[in-house]
């Protein structure tokens, strides 16, 4: 089994920063593109920035030039740098990655999510 698990989320005032980190642990053979979508009161998840094994990156518009994601393969871990931090920001953020297993192969794997709040 595989579990993806999200912590660094919180309450930050408008223009602060924090940073979301993603483990990804249980009988892992490879990691592809790992992302973060996050999902907004009474609207629908979207995805805000996804990297590839090798590093290729790319972000929804809404967070272009103000959050950074970065990964770490050896430790199967993705980050989510997020700076100027606007209210419009709050929502759970989700990991999700493309995990291949021995046993299954290919899947796509959902962390539980982790809260942001930015107060203005």
């Known amino acids: 089994q595989v579990q993806l698990v999200e912590s660094g989320g919180g309450l930050v005032q408008a223009g602060g920063s924090l940073r979301l980190s993603c483990v990804a642990s249980g009988s892992i053979f490879s990691i592809n593109s790992m992302r973060w979508y996050r999902q907004a009161p009474g609207k629908q998840r979207e995805l805000g920035a996804a990297?590839?094994?090798?590093?290729?990156?790319n972000y929804a518009d809404s967070v272009k030039g103000r959050f950074t994601i970065s990964r770490d393969n050896a430790k199967n871990t993705v980050y989510l740098q997020m700076n100027s931090l606007k209210p419009e920001d709050t929502a759970v953020y989700y990991c999700?990655?493309?995990?291949?297993?021995?046993?299954?192969?290919?899947?796509?794997?959902w962390g539980q999510g982790t809260p942001v709040t930015v107060s203005s």
């Open positions: 999700n990655a493309d995990i291949f297993l021995a046993t299954t192969g290919l899947r796509e794997y």
């Open positions: 990297i590839t094994r090798g590093g290729y990156t």
